[in-house]
């Protein structure tokens, strides 16, 4: 059976077939003591995620993309939301049981803002149960959507990070 957290986030994440994979490194979440490889994935704003970033900038003071909980505040019609996501490899020395996790939270900015925050990150932290399901979806979306696993997305970003630490 589907929990309502589960269909919640297989309707608002959808990985963009179009945009650039991101290769990074991230020492963030679990294991802040070791540098690991990882891959962030642009998401398509979809309407889940609009109003979840709607309503997380509105209770900080911030002026939302469309009316919050039917209220006719003011609101910025022209701003727009960037989302992404990323999986990073493991295992390390700290945590070698875990082969692949995924940083605990979405990320999104807010673009062509006339709020303070334009172009600042804002986090959706997930519990446990939320990054299990979104790492399940990100591994079917990547065969799905962007036709290789992510298994080979993750060895990539772990030779751009063999390369950033060559020349650094």
Not at 42 to 47: M, R, S, Y
Not at 75 to 85: G, I, K, L, S
Request: charged share 30%; with cysteine; hydrophobic share 35%.
């Amino acid at each position: 059976m589907t929990t309502l957290t589960e269909q919640f986030i297989r309707d608002a994440v959808l990985i963009d077939p179009d945009a650039k994979v991101t290769y990074t490194h991230s020492n963030i979440g679990r294991c802040a003591t070791c540098d690991v490889p990882a891959v962030g994935f642009t998401l398509i704003p979809t309407e889940s995620l609009i109003r979840l970033a709607d309503r997380f900038r509105y209770e900080k003071g911030f002026k939302p993309m469309k009316p919050v909980n039917g209220i006719a505040d003011e609101v910025d019609p022209n701003v727009r939301y960037e989302f992404e996501a990323y999986l990073s490899k493991r295992p390390c020395k700290v945590c070698p049981n875990r082969n692949f996790d995924i940083d605990n939270c979405i990320i999104f900015w807010a673009t062509n803002s006339t709020d303070r925050d334009n172009e600042e990150l804002h986090e959706f932290t997930l519990n446990d149960t939320e990054q299990a399901i979104l790492h399940e979806l990100l591994e079917a979306q990547c065969l799905e959507r962007l036709k290789k696993p992510s298994k080979e997305f993750l060895r990539e970003s772990e030779v751009e990070l063999s390369k950033y630490y060559e020349n650094h």
